[in-house]
């Protein structure tokens, strides 16, 4: 008979998935639960590595400074930390895809084979140019462009970049100050997996569900945006090590071993999440997390522009934001429908002491009614 979940246990399980509760991981052990992290708001990426791991901002750089994490767009045409070495067999997954929706903005920018071929060589030249330094910021990639006559105006330069990391040409790798660096994804990634193409499907119906799970087919669907067809043959060719849970009428998938574990899982009291974290971002259905009535406030318009959120027991209360200098970070939160309690004050205050722990600077809180 297949288990019923109470929404509770839903989250539970979810947060546990997430790495939000339950045994500390490393930064690169976080990423790897996760597979991919939503990543184009850098300092939140950052945010949502530290707030896993325990670690601090300079801790987390320093996972991208040794090569085990990157940035790219293997996922939704949207910028992703992904552990570097799994990047080789999840990118090819979406690429083909991905190229064609862009096909006619290509057009419209007057990108082609031609222009796409010279991009890439006029970066390995200015990479050779560097020696032992084979990396550059983005902006000095541009420039290299604009010397060599590649037009980088119009965001083709944006669009150039992204089609020479659909094939890992270039990722963002290591750090020079709090800019990421471009690196050759041949040169920087160490041990890379590789997978054919069955077996990758296989390995990211898989990882999501470990990282995420509980979650429905369609949840899994949004997330990769892979045809259903080899998602059902890869959940079916996995056999007994996912299982079936029921919440609120809706089939879902979990991990088996999860349900074995014997320890009951629960909801961390209260976190600070940065917009675009996979506790919101992971899921197509964000109603156990997530009121209906809420939902236009955590996206205003719907627009994909995912603010920042207090979450209390796996539910979204609130929103925040802060100012940061180079010594102290001001957090202001706003109840989402009642005011906060006395309780939820001195939890989120707690949460705003962590956060500027990660940062290293001195943190302040006030809550708007």
């Known amino acids: 008979m297949t288990k019923e979940l109470t929404r509770a246990q839903l989250l539970g399980l979810r947060q546990r998935a997430q790495a ?14 996760l597979l991919a992290m939503q990543g184009q708001d850098l300092p939140g990426a950052l945010w949502s590595l530290g707030l896993r791991s325990g670690s601090t901002i300079g801790e987390v750089r320093a996972s991208f400074d040794r090569g085990e994490l990157v940035r790219c767009w293997p996922l939704r045409g949207t910028l992703h930390v992904v552990p570097a070495r799994d990047l080789p067999w999840l990118q090819p997954l979406t690429a083909d895809r991905a190229r064609a929706s862009m096909r006619k903005r290509h057009q419209d920018l007057g990108i082609d084979a031609a222009s796409e071929n010279a991009a890439r060589n006029s970066l390995y030249t200015e990479m050779d140019a560097r020696g032992e330094t084979r990396r550059l910021t983005r ?13 980088t105006g119009g965001q083709r330069g944006a669009h150039l970049l992204w089609l020479l990391s659909l094939d890992t040409t270039l990722v963002y790798g290591p750090f020079t100050g709090t800019e990421q660096q471009l690196v050759l994804g041949a040169e920087w990634i160490a041990n890379p997996v590789i997978l054919d193409h069955d077996a990758a499907v296989r390995e990211l119906v898989q990882r999501y569900l470990r990282g995420h799970g509980p979650a429905t087919l369609a949840d899994l669907q949004y997330w990769c945006k892979l045809p259903l067809t080899p998602l059902r043959s890869a959940i079916d060719e996995l056999g007994d090590s996912l299982a079936g849970v029921q919440f609120d009428g809706t089939h879902h998938l979990v ?19 940065p917009g675009f974290d996979e506790w919101i971002l992971g899921y197509q259905d964000r109603s156990a997390s997530v009121h209906p009535d809420h939902a236009d406030l955590i996206v205003p318009g719907g627009n994909g522009m995912f603010r920042s959120t207090v979450v209390r027991s796996g539910t979204c209360v609130g929103l925040w934001s802060r100012k940061t200098t180079a010594t102290k970070t001001n957090v202001v939160a706003t109840p989402l429908a009642d005011g906060f309690s006395a309780t939820a004050v001195r939890e989120i205050t707690a949460q705003v002491d962590r956060y500027a722990a990660f940062l290293g600077v001195e943190g302040t809180f006030e809550a708007t009614p």
């Open 20 to 33: 939000l509760t339950g045994d500390r991981l490393t930064v690169a052990g976080t990423a790897e639960r």
């Open 139 to 151: 902006a000095e990639l541009f420039a290299a462009w604009e010397r060599d006559g590649i037009s």
């Open 255 to 273: 991990d088996a071993a999860v349900l074995d574990a014997r320890e009951r899982p629960k909801s961390a009291p209260t976190l600070l999440l």
